[in-house]
């Protein structure tokens, strides 16, 4: 059963993060034999209700997962709002893996010394940017403005930071400096930018999207332009080293389903997109429209690779806005068992440096 879960409250949000703070070129040959059945295990997987987790809802919606998992293993779902969030239920064991952002994975790892998971996959690049109000033209404009993100500590969060501190525009934790940088739920900022309450807001996509065609503003900055080749990751796979540790092969599996999903949404572009948000619908209670969809799909690119330099980068981000203490990020990622899973199909591995 899916459970839609709410972002936490902005001061044990704040304490997580204060405290923790190319793509694989695809072939035509895929692994379609699913590891020898073990088990029963239940596995809880989490992802969000956004596009930049398409990875995710396709596999989930398609059966990809159910499929590649096993008869002996069961697929329990849970959706989030924002990557703290997803933390919280990683740390409380109510979800063994999850799709989410590198800032909060980041924050996991820090916060438990390297203990409570690992990265084991990237999932998406791209669709995430600051859209605007159309009388706002340069980041100067900013000053005195109130901007939204998804949650305080979220990788839009410390985007959003790391940008005005480039140019010269202070921010801090609790919404002053320069620019008031404001959290609040996605599904809420189309609601506040046409009212007028934000003035812009640094999303994921559909709601990049979403601002643009539905609330008449325009991208100010497209994330992809301030990362050497356009490549950062957006979304990555990340799972309990407890439930690594006692389930290897269930594990083994769930990157068998995530290569397999990004597969499938890779070659059948329309459909998935269709897919997706059938998806989307089913958790939020209302479908995109055909027009968001496709527009939030071009600025996406899915692929295995969890883009280890640009998740480091995003680190150095948030240490300097003042979210996340110094950590050794040596240890985070284990890919090994992706490799493999990729070297079966005959798809390019991928690396965490």
């Known amino acids: ?77 849970a959706t989030f709002n924002a990557g703290p969030a997803a933390v919280e239920a990683l740390f409380s064991g109510a979800i063994d893996a999850t799709y989410i952002g590198p800032n909060p994975a980041i924050n996991a790892w820090s916060q438990s010394n390297g203990t409570a998971i690992k990265i084991i996959s990237g999932a998406t690049s791209g669709g995430a940017a600051l859209v605007v109000k159309p009388t706002i033209t340069s980041a100067a404009d900013l000053k005195g403005k109130k901007i939204a993100t998804p949650q305080l500590g979220n990788t839009q969060d410390v985007a959003l930071r790391a940008y005005l501190k480039d140019k010269g525009l202070k921010t801090d934790a609790s919404g002053g400096g320069d620019v008031n940088i ?42 992809k332009t301030l990362w050497p080749e356009g490549k950062f990751v957006t979304t990555l796979l990340v799972v309990r080293q407890a439930f690594l540790k006692a389930h290897p092969d269930v594990v083994k599996r769930l990157l068998q389903g995530q290569v397999d999903a990004n597969d499938y949404v890779n070659k059948n572009g329309t459909e998935a997109q269709q897919v997706v948000n059938e998806g989307i619908g089913k958790i939020t209670g209302k479908k995109l429209s055909d027009a968001v969809i496709a527009a939030a799909w071009k600025n996406l690119s899915f692929t295995n690779d969890p883009l280890a330099s640009s998740l480091k980068t995003s680190a150095q981000h948030a240490q300097d806005a003042g979210l996340l203490k110094p950590v050794n990020l040596t240890g985070i990622f284990d890919v090994t068992t992706l490799n493999n899973v990729l070297k079966a199909a005959k798809e390019d591995t991928v690396t965490a440096s």
Not at 42 to 54: C, E, R
Not at 192 to 205: C, M, R, Y
């Open 182 to 223: 404001v959290p609040q739920d996605n599904s809420q900022t189309l609601d506040t930018f046409k009212a007028g309450s934000i003035d812009g807001a640094w999303v994921p996509e559909p709601w990049v999207s979403r601002l643009v065609l539905d609330g008449g503003g325009k991208v100010l900055v497209d994330e």
């Open 1 to 77: 059963m899916r459970k839609l879960l709410g972002p936490t409250s902005l001061l044990l949000v704040a304490a997580l993060s204060l405290a923790a703070c190319g793509s694989s070129k695809k072939s035509s040959a895929t692994a379609t034999t699913a590891p020898k059945d073990t088990g029963p295990v239940t596995l809880n997987l989490g992802y969000f209700p956004n596009v930049t987790h398409a990875t995710a809802i396709a596999g989930v919606e398609k059966g990809i997962f159910a499929k590649d998992l096993g008869t002996n293993v069961t697929l329990k779902t």
